[in-house]
């Protein structure tokens, strides 16, 4: 049967509340809702919801009288989602990536790179980050901005995966960067990406369940912590986090869907943590928090 798409267009501000009161109207049920940017210069969003085509009828009447009070006017257009070819999908999969100035690519690209671009070389593995999925490429992009604007002494990235957020750090500046994954799997597959990316000094990598190892004391207060796990654990974590924040300090979430968010945020800002920027990826976000 094939999946369906409802959707309706609006501005970023519109899409994000949309995306409330959808979440409200679908609350725990199994369809998936995003917010999408269409065109960042004119500030066009979709809000969708995702059905199989069993359920659009259904769908529709409650999206239309959910976004009744507030966007009368809305259209709630259509769209019948192909069928996945997942051979394609897999190559695709293997295609560079890039976000704001970084480009992760595998082994067999490295002729795609361009001369502005800060190549990171991941081939996919057993760690999670190839920079595809929308947490990896927001968390980059949000890295990036944060350290144009910030003096950024030293970095901390929970979760480390493939290694690819600490990599960028180190790539952006020569500062200390903590790398940790609770896998250790992952923290050899991230040694290996490393080394493989020519950094041989400042990236310290840790198995570590949370905040549970000393190297946190050692080598923090940070600057900047990068987290992208997932919304139970970093809400859990909120407080250790802070903690270990230095003051005026910035920390980079991500792993969250869009419907998590308001959880999240609330959870931080109990730790004096506020929000800065939120940015959308395939129906996740990447959060910037600072010292309030
Ligand atoms: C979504 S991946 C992110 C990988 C990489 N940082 C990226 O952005 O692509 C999450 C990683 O966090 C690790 N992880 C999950 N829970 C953790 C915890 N409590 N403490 C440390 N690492 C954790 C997982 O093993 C996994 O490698």
């Known amino acids: 049967m094939s999946e369906i798409r409802l959707y309706v267009t609006s501005t970023e501000k519109g899409a994000a509340e949309i995306l409330d009161i959808l979440s409200e109207v679908f609350g725990e049920e199994d369809f998936a809702i995003a917010t999408t940017e269409v065109d960042e210069k004119k500030d066009i969003w979709e809000a969708s919801v995702y059905m199989l085509a069993d359920d659009e009828e259904a769908v529709r009447e409650r999206i239309a009288e959910g976004l009744a009070r507030a966007f009368p006017d809305l259209e709630i257009q259509r769209e019948i989602i ?16 890039r976000a704001g100035r970084f480009i992760v690519h595998g082994s067999h690209d490295r002729n795609k790179v361009k001369v502005n671009d800060i190549a990171i070389e991941i081939d996919a593995g057993q760690a999670f980050g190839t920079g595809h999925h929308g947490t990896t490429a927001g968390c980059l992009e949000v890295i990036e901005e944060v350290m144009r604007a910030r003096t950024v002494r030293n970095a901390l990235d929970l979760g480390t995966g493939s290694g690819v957020l600490a990599i960028a750090v180190r790539k952006l500046a020569n500062i200390p960067v903590l790398a940790t994954d609770i896998d250790p799997v992952a923290v050899r597959v991230a040694r290996e990406n490393v080394r493989r990316n020519g950094i041989a000094t400042g990236i310290r990598l840790e198995t570590a369940p949370g905040f549970h190892s000393p190297a946190f004391g050692r080598e923090g207060p940070f600057d900047l912590i990068i987290a992208n796990i997932l919304a139970r654990p970093l809400m859990k974590m909120a407080p250790q986090l802070a903690a270990h924040l230095a003051p005026g300090g910035s920390v980079i979430l991500s792993g969250i869907l869009a419907t998590q968010r308001w959880k999240v945020l609330a959870a931080y800002s109990g730790v004096r943590l506020a929000h800065v920027r939120t940015i959308w990826r395939n129906g996740w976000v990447t959060i910037h928090l600072r010292h309030d």
């Open 82 to 97: 192909p069928d996945i070819d997942w051979i394609a999908k897999s190559l695709e999969g293997l295609k560079p990536v």
